[in-house]
């Protein structure tokens, strides 16, 4: 993954290409690429290949340094799943011989077994990607190969149908053949395919936003069906190859709207990716035999066995990830964990020692004041371990090793989905600690995976069914002075995440607390009608939240209770409760999270607040 387009027609194809692949940028990547069909002074056309590690504003200056003529060509924004982010590993891939490009967006399951077939019927493989693969598999069905009795087709549709029926996965693809100057074939399953027609060629592209400059009128290819572009006219076929007639969908948005993906503002639209999030962060994470696999851990085990303390420095919301990790590592890895404010922490001259690991995490990974403290830490011998979601940036150049979160490009200032993303990728550090120090076994830590993918699917329960309920809660606080939020365990880290989400985006005062704190100081502000927002699902501590909540209760407050399905118990305290499916306490936060992003963006709303730049905030902080 992550973004793909592709053009075939009169004009230049390499700046259509470049503007694109700009228009594909918001949703994160660490390096790109294009293949174009340039014809020599002969008349025989070759494929050029140009892939660059880093900005597509790179790749646009090294395509500005050749005089290219080419008039149909692919590229491809890449965000690493197999293979590190390195230019070997960038689309487009080739076939040995050169003549055919792919650029794909998916997973190959089957990767492992089909390159090794592959290699022994003589192909050689010039990447990690799990990608190449599909070059040679279709360069096979093209030209044949004598040795396992593949015959040739000649027909690079009917090359890349063959190709697909050998691939388990998902993939959104399309190649392009020397010996076919002037077309594209593309497939899709599992993977966004949309195609359109304009004045000046053909268009193919994984997001309608990289389209929207040249045409309305799009397909949104649907899964096992194919299609062959050209310059004049474009064929779409089913899996047997029959002609269809696909339905045309015509976009009215314009380029911000098309961006927001239909959505009023980028924050609701960032919310409700988080489902994918959860699944791209831990894509390709756990091996076959229930290891964890982090290949950009920069750590041998070794080195982490002798982790004797951990040091997580963040600033704002990834702060609160860092709680939420505290107890996760504290848990499973049974050492030490505290969690700093980056700005605070290399002013007080804490104690480390070479065994002792320090886990930066920043959204941009370029917070000035988590920069400053990694490399503190790392003049006094400590580990660094960075968790970001900018590939590349000063926080993963500066660290050891990373975990990138996979939330592609976040817009809104207010973070939420790079949150998740964090909490995600934290608690993956948290299981592995716990398998390197022998606390986990194999079978505990494919459970606690496997539950940790299924909040995916929590998420999307929640974004589903609870927005009446988020609605009439933001609409009973909004014009509050000021709120307070209350958890125990992981409701407190949680609550400290909820209350900031709320002061940032709708100016309306919030305060976090660990609810058994509040006797002693924060009770005093509650009276008749204050707004009091509990994280009160299930958990070891829920009757204790309870007995808190009615201490609100007697003194007036309203209360609107984030709590677990089916618990009815909570409903004779709360005046507005938001449910969110069970799952293991340990992933609570994740789910817990949630309805508290949406209730903020709701009480923002209605108290008439620009939701995705708020007053005097800025996406990065890049200044101490």
């Known amino acids: 993954m992550c973004g793909i387009v592709g053009y075939t027609g009169q004009n230049p194809a390499a700046n259509i290409l470049v503007t ?72 487009p891939h080739i076939s040995c011989d050169g003549r055919i490009a792919i650029v794909h967006n998916g997973i190959i399951e089957n990767f492992a077994e089909l390159r090794e077939e592959l290699i022994q019927r003589g192909h050689h493989f010039s990447s990690d ?31 890349l149908r063959i190709a697909c029926t050998q691939v388990v996965g998902a993939y959104g693809v399309a190649a392009i053949a020397a010996d076919e100057p002037g077309t594209i074939a593309v497939a899709r399953k599992d993977s966004p395919i949309v195609i359109g027609r304009g004045e000046h060629g053909s268009y193919v592209a994984s997001d309608v936003i990289a389209l929207i400059d040249a045409t309305r009128d799009v397909v949104v290819l649907e899964d096992g069906q194919f299609a062959l572009l050209t310059p004049n006219k474009i064929i779409y076929t089913d899996d047997q190859g029959t002609p269809i007639e696909p339905a045309v969908t015509h976009i009215d948005w314009d380029i911000d709207l098309a961006e927001k993906a239909g959505y009023p503002d980028f924050m609701l639209k960032e919310i409700f990716e988080q489902p994918r999030v959860v699944r791209d962060t831990l894509v390709g994470r756990l091996t076959g035999a229930g290891e964890l696999d982090i290949d950009e851990l920069g750590l041998s085990f070794e080195e982490l066995n002798l982790v004797d303390r951990v040091y997580v420095i963040a600033c704002g919301t990834s702060y609160h990830a860092g709680l939420i990790a505290k107890n996760l590592i504290e848990a499973w890895a049974r050492i030490p964990c505290e969690v700093e404010a980056a700005s605070e922490f290399r002013y007080r001259n804490p104690i480390i020692t070479p065994s002792t690991l320090v886990v930066a995490v920043s959204q941009s990974g370029e917070t000035a004041d988590t920069l400053a403290a990694i490399r503190d830490a790392r003049i006094k011998g400590a ?50 600690l716990g398998q390197v120090k022998g606390k986990l076994t194999t079978g505990q830590t494919r459970m606690l995976f496997r539950e940790l993918g299924d909040t995916a699917e929590h998420i999307q329960t929640i974004l589903d069914t609870q927005q009446q309920a988020i609605q009439s809660a933001a609409t009973a606080c909004k014009d509050a002075p000021s709120a307070l939020f209350v958890g125990r365990g992981m409701g407190a880290a949680v609550s400290n995440e909820g209350a900031l989400k709320l002061k940032e985006i709708s100016y309306l005062h919030a305060e976090a607390y660990a609810a058994g704190e509040m006797k002693h100081g924060a009770i005093a502000l ?6 009091v927002i509990a994280v009160a699902t299930k958990s070891a501590v829920y009757d204790k939240v309870l007995s808190n909540l009615k201490e609100c209760e ?49 009480v923002a709303r209605l108290r008439g607040c620009d939701i995705d730049q708020p007053r005097n905030l800025a996406k990065s902080v890049t200044v101490e």
């Open 20 to 91: 694109g692949l700009k228009r594909l940028e918001y949703r994160g990547y660490d390096s790109a690429g294009v293949a174009l069909a340039e014809r020599d002074a002969t008349g025989t056309y070759t494929l050029n290949i140009i892939r660059r590690v880093g900005k597509v504003s790179g790749l646009e200056s090294e395509l500005n340094g050749h005089s290219s003529t080419s008039t149909c060509g692919i590229g491809h924004t890449r965000w690493a799943t197999h293979g590190r982010p390195t230019q070997a590993n960038a689309h």
């Open 129 to 159: 990607t799990d990608t190449e693969v599909f070059a040679h598999l279709i360069e096979e069905a093209y030209e044949g190969n004598e040795s396992s009795g593949i015959p040739a087709t000649h027909k690079l549709l009917d090359a």
């Open 383 to 432: 580990k660094v371990f960075g968790v970001t979601n900018v590939v590349g940036s000063p926080v993963a150049r500066e660290s050891d090793g990373v975990i990138y979160t996979k939330a592609n490009k976040e817009i809104a200032v207010a973070s939420t989905k790079s949150f998740i993303g964090q909490v995600v990728s934290l608690t993956l550090l948290a299981m592995l």
């Open 526 to 531: 509650i009276e008749p009608g204050f707004p």
């Open 554 to 602: 007697a003194r007036g407050a309203k209360i609107i209770a984030v709590a677990t399905e089916g618990d009815h118990e909570i409903e004779a305290i709360a005046d507005y409760v938001i449910y969110v499916p069970p799952t293991r306490e340990a992933f609570s936060a994740i789910t817990a999270t949630v309805p508290l992003q949406l209730l903020a963006r709701e």
